[in-house]
């Protein structure tokens, strides 16, 4: 082989080698195109996802119900016109307000003392349902056999009406219900004949200047008890027991709502019933810490509380109608 030979095979070995080398660039160059309209196509794939996994539908959980009760216990007593009333006050508005709830406060003097009502309103429409519960605290627990003048802790008596209250306005499909939906706090319940003061005090104010009158009014008080029993009142209006103790035997709660009267009770549905509102008070009244410093969150469970809101919550998303005559 001459030199010639050898200048021109080195030179057809350049160009194969440079033609092979281009044909790599442009097969790794073709394969990383190809790679690039191939990955947008796979990040894509978990944001189209959402759409096939059906979105959770929120029920009420006695849970959360539950840590609303420890929020407030560690407030310590709620009695009306206190710090502690103010400071409940803002937690039950924050909360609501997290819940996407418009909320007003009613201010009004009772005994010289500022005592403040909770509104969280679905709409302004007419004829809504009032769901209530009284968020104040008794100032005395004069069925305390050693302490009787000290205050109320309330975990049953007070907070776990709040909490029920407070995860309804979590859960609650406002769109399954015919009218709209008002979740009332009550304050001044529970001072009764002490210095003076009635019961109820803040219902019954609240139900005298009221401009909408509400269909029905379900009001929910000591219904926390581990050791729940929750009779039908007698001053409740029958129809709207009946409806709520059924769903509840549906719900297969039959031995903790018992279909029979026992108690007769002056509560926050009170002056509702007085105006001729249908109303009923869902309430335990067999609870032998009632008005003692015993009334403490180690006597109430999640489970009762659970009870209590899906009850209603079942009540309020299969319509809420009232079956009797008005
Ligand atoms: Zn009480």
New binding site residues.
Partial sequence: MGNKNVVRLIGILTITLVLFAAWLVLFTGANASTMTAVTPVSSQAPTLAPTLIPTPIPVFSGDEAFAHVMQQMSIGPRIAGTDESREVEQYILGTLDAFVWNTEVQVFIYQGVECHNLIAKSGDGESPILIGA?YD??RFADHDQENPDLP?P?AN??ASGVAVLLELARVVDLSALGSDLWLVFFDA??N?HIDGWE?IAGSSYFADSMEVTPSQVLIV??IGDADQQIYIDNNSDPVLSVSLWDIAARLGYGSHFIASPKYSMLDDHTPFAALGIPAVDIIDFDYPY??TTQDTVDKISSDSLERVGRVLEEYLESGGEYTGGQ
């Fill in positions: 009284h605290t008794r109320v309330g008596d007070g319940e529970d009764g019961f008080d000591m009632w008005h």
